[in-house]
C-alpha cells in the first residue's frame, strides 16, 4: 500500500489551494467597490458568463458522491451507472431549450419562487423547508462524509482523529468560497472544474497505466483499456437483463441499483429532471444570466458531461480488475475488513507517482468544495429570501440579507459536520451514490410532476399540486418500502428481488418511474374539478423556446455523440 504524500506533492496541493483561494479573494475584493445586495450574493446576477455556468454546474455536480461513490458503483456495476451522466446531458438539452424561458421571464431567484408564482405561498413554503433539510441532511452529509472518507484513505492514515481533521478541513474551505456569494463560488469553480479534470483524466490514463503493468503489458493506456475490456466485459454493458432464478446474488443487486431498460421508461428521466431542472442547488448558475448566456452555459455544461465517465467510473473498472487480479486487497478494505466499493478511487489514487498524487488530490479537493460551495450558496438563498425575507423580516434591508445568508451557510455547515461526524445517517452502509439517489428519489417524482404540469398544463391546480407532492412521497414509500410485503415479488407494474439482506425490493428507478406517472394521474385528475385554465397558468409565447443556430447545432453533436456511445457500449 503506498499511500502517504510527499513534499512534492504537498507542494501541488498548496499551489491549488492558495490559487483557488487567492482568486476567489480577487474576485471578492472586485466587488467590493460598491455594497454587496442581494442580487449579487445570491445570483452574481448578470456577471457570470456561459462557461462560467457551465463550469460551474460540472463543478458543484461532480461531488464526492461522483468521484468516490460513482467509481464505487463502476467497481461494483462498470458502465452502466454512466447512464446517471449520459441521461444528464440529454436532459441538460431539455432544460435549456424549455425550463430556462420559463424561469428567466418569471424573474425569479429560487425554485419556491416559481412555485409560489404558479401555484401559491403555502406549497411554497412547504417546499422550501423540505429542500432545506435534503440538502442539509442528505447531500452535504453525504459530500462531507465521502471526501473526508476518500482523503483520509489517500494521505494513509487510518485514525478516526484525522478523519475529522480533514472532515472539519473541508467544512472551512468550502465556508471561505461560500461567503463571497454566487459570484465566487461561479467563478472559482472556473478553476476547480479544469483542476478536476486535469486530476481526473491524469488519474484515469493512470490507472490503465497501471492495469497494463500489472498484466505485463508494459507502460500503455491503451493496452490497459483493452485489458479491462477483456477481463471484465460484463462491466461494459449499458443495458442489463433481467434477472432470472439462476442469477448470482451480485447480479441481482446491480440490477436492482440500474434495472436494465425499464429504467428508461421514467425512473432516469424523472431522477435527471429533478436534480437538473427543479433543483436550486444546479439552477441557480444559471437564473442570473440573460437567455442565450443561460442557455449556451448549459449546453456546455452537457458537452462536459459526456467526458465524466473517463474520470468517474474508468478508475472503479479499473480498480476491479486490479482487485480481482490480487492488487489492491488492502487498499479495497480500508477502514473495515470488507471490500468496499467506495475505496476504490482512492485505492487507484495510493499508486500515482508524486506530484501526480498531489494533483489527484487537488482534484478531488475541488470537487468536494465545489459541491459544498454550491449546495451550502443554495441552502442560504432558499433560506434567506423565501422564510427569513418573507415570514421572518419583510423589512430586512440589502446589507442585512446577506449577513443572513453568511450565516445560514455558516450553521449548515455545521449541522452537516454533526450528522457526518460518527455518520449518523449511515452513508458508510449503502454506497455513497445509491443512497443519495435512492433517498432523493423519494421526493423527486412529485417535484418533477408539479413542475413539468405546473409549466405545460394551463389547467393544473395549487390543490392538485399539494395532493401531487404528498402523493409522489407516499406512491414512492408504497413501491420502495411496502408493495413487496403486501402484494408479493410479481405484480403488474413491478417484479421484486431479494437483495443483499435476503428482503424483497423492487429497483428504486422503478419505483421512480410508476410513483411519478400516479403522481401525474392524481394531479390531472384533481385539477379536471377546477377551471378550463387556471388563473395562475403560465402564458407560453410563441417562439419563446425558438434557439439560435449555432445552440441547435451543438444540440445535434451532442445528440449523436451519446448516440454512437450507447450503440458501442449497449
Known sequence: MRNGLTTFDLLVFLFYLLGVSGYGYYIYKRKQSKELDSKDYFLAEGSLTWWAIGASMIASNISAEQFIGTSGAGFTQGLAVAAYEWVAAIVLLFVAVFFMPIYLRQKIYTMPQFLEQRYNATLSLIMSIFWLFLYVAVNLTVILYLGALAINNLVGSADGGSFHLILVGLAVFALIITLGGMKVVGYTDVIQVAVLLLGGLATSYLALTLVSEKFGLGHSAIAGFQTLLHSADDHFHMIFAKPTPNSSQEYVSKYLALPGLVMY???????????WGCNQYITQRALGANLNTARTGILFAALLKLIMPLVVVLPGIAAYVLHQNGSLQA??????????????????????????KGLSLAALTAAIVASLAG???SISTIFTLDIY????????????????????VLLAMLLAISFTWEDLLGVGGNGG???????????????????????????????????????????????????PRLLGAETIFYTAFRNAKGMLEVPFLV???????????????????????NPKALHLEKGMFRVAPRQLALITVIL??????????W
Open 433 to 483: 451514490f445509491t443512497f443519495v439517489q435512492k433517498y432523493t428519489g423519494y421526493i423527486s417524482p412529485g417535484i418533477v410532476a408539479v413542475f413539468l404540469l405546473g409549466m405545460f398544463w394551463k389547467r393544473t391546480t395549487a390543490t392538485a399540486a399539494v395532493a401531487g407532492m404528498l402523493g409522489g412521497f407516499g406512491f414512492s414509500l408504497f413501491f420502495n418500502d411496502l408493495a
Open 560 to 569: 449523436l455523440l451519446i448516440s454512437a456511445l450507447y450503440v458501442k457500449f
Open 511 to 533: 419505483s421512480m418511474g410508476w410513483s411519478f406517472f400516479l403522481t401525474v394521474a392524481l394531479m390531472a385528475l384533481i385539477s379536471l374539478t377546477g377551471p378550463a385554465v
Open 389 to 408: 425575507r418573507r415570514y421572518l423580516n419583510p423589512q430586512a434591508t440589502e446589507a442585512k440579507l446577506v449577513w443572513v445568508g453568511r450565516l445560514t
Open 375 to 377: 449546495k451550502a450558496n
Open 265 to 275: 421508461a421514467g425512473g432516469q428521466w424523472v431522477a435527471n429532471l429533478n436534480y
Open 331 to 356: 487498499e479495497m478494505s480500508a477502514g473495515g475488513a470488507g471490500v468496499n466499493p467506495d475505496n476504490a478511487y482512492s485505492a487507484i489514487l495510493t499508486f500515482l507517482p508524486n506530484g501526480l
